[in-house]
């Protein structure tokens, strides 16, 4: 049996997420186009047939278990405004990464992602019963590292060099993660932080 069980499909108050599927590709190539979304990532998604691999990549590794997709829908609106996914996938271990997140720009700092997290990590913890959720970002991406100590993970160290981005340079990547101890005080105060921005 899959240590993630298709289709999760998790709702908050203002965000959805459900399962990639090829019926959200047009929308998701359509967000993409916005260069400044690529710039710390190692795709270069603003490229329509980059991407598509990329999705179509994300649907073959769910498949095998190494990866699961997530298309995050805005409920009001119910409109497409990005993507994220579990992936380095370790159950025998029971740990995992959030990471490849990505939203049109008119989302960022709203409040989304901080919900987004909320929901992915209770699921995390509360139904994988995870011991630790790492989270990893581009040591020059100053808004993401705001972004993932401002959802309570702990920083770790930088390992160096470990990939090379789209354009060629070489990135340094900072490491993150929460852990099952920590998770009560994550999850309190991920949601204080939701109530203040209703």
């Known amino acids: 049996m899959a240590w993630i069980e298709h289709p999760v499909m998790l709702e908050g108050e203002r965000v959805?997420?459900?399962?990639?599927?090829?019926?959200h590709f047009s929308a998701l190539v359509d967000i993409a186009n916005e260069e400044k979304i690529w710039e710390f990532i190692s795709i270069n998604g603003a490229n329509d047939n980059i991407l598509m691999n990329h999705l179509?990549?994300?649907?073959?590794?769910r498949a095998t278990g190494e990866q699961y997709a997530f298309t995050v829908?805005?409920?009001?609106?119910?409109?497409?405004?990005?993507s994220t996914l579990f992936h380095n996938i370790f159950p025998e271990h029971r740990k995992l990464e959030i990471g490849w997140t990505w939203y049109d720009p008119a989302y960022w700092r709203t409040g989304f992602n901080r919900e987004c997290k909320l929901l992915l990590l209770t699921y995390c913890f509360e139904v994988l019963k995870t011991i630790r959720v790492q989270l990893v970002t581009d040591e020059n991406n100053q808004r993401s590292r705001t972004a993932i100590l401002g959802i309570g993970a702990q920083f770790e160290g930088?390992?160096?060099?470990?990939?090379?981005?789209a354009n060629g340079a070489y990135r340094n990547t900072v490491m993150y993660s929460i852990i099952d101890s920590e998770w009560p005080a994550v999850k309190a105060m991920l949601q204080a932080g939701l109530d203040g921005k209703r």
Not at 16 to 23: C, E, G, M, N
Not at 73 to 82: L, Q, R, S, T
Not at 158 to 165: F, G, M, P
């Open 158 to 165: 930088i390992l160096r060099q470990e990939r090379i981005r």
């Open 73 to 82: 829908i805005d409920k009001k609106e119910n409109k497409v405004i990005g």
């Open 56 to 61: 179509r990549s994300a649907l073959l590794k």
């Open 16 to 23: 959805k997420l459900v399962p990639l599927d090829k019926s």
